[in-house]
């Protein structure tokens, strides 16, 4: 692979189960698309299923985008539908993320894995940091 470019097509890349912390509500999916460790920027598509939550949480290591590619998003109560963003920086509180009928969320992370494990810390009740 071409370290200076990468093209592939998003439904070449199969989904695999992810564990978030908290997550409720059915087996959440991951397309990773890219993750650039040099540039800690990690780039994948997250499968919430009907009837799923990811609890209020924060990332401290950078900020973190997201695009509803399908379905619908509720984002600490606020529904979003396909072509909605938002956009969190880091050390922010956000969520909890939840799906009625199952939303597919093109997500850009400023902040890198390690090991398979990402930079993810529930937020007790919700509370909202700078």
Known sequence: MDAARL???AKDVAPTPV???GA???????QLLNEDAARGVVTSIIHL???GRIPAHLHRAGAEMHYVLEGDLIDAGQELG???FLTHAAG???GPH???GGARVLTVQQWQS???KFDFHPAEDGARAG
Do not use: C, K, Q, W
């Open 7 to 9: 093209a592939l097509m």
């Open 19 to 21: 564990e978030i912390p």
């Open 114 to 116: 390690r090991d398979g």
């Open 49 to 51: 299923p009907a009837g």
């Open 98 to 100: 939840e799906s009625r």
């Open 82 to 84: 396909a072509g909605a």
């Open 24 to 30: 409720t509500g059915g087996r959440f999916l991951i």
């Open 92 to 94: 922010t509180v956000h």
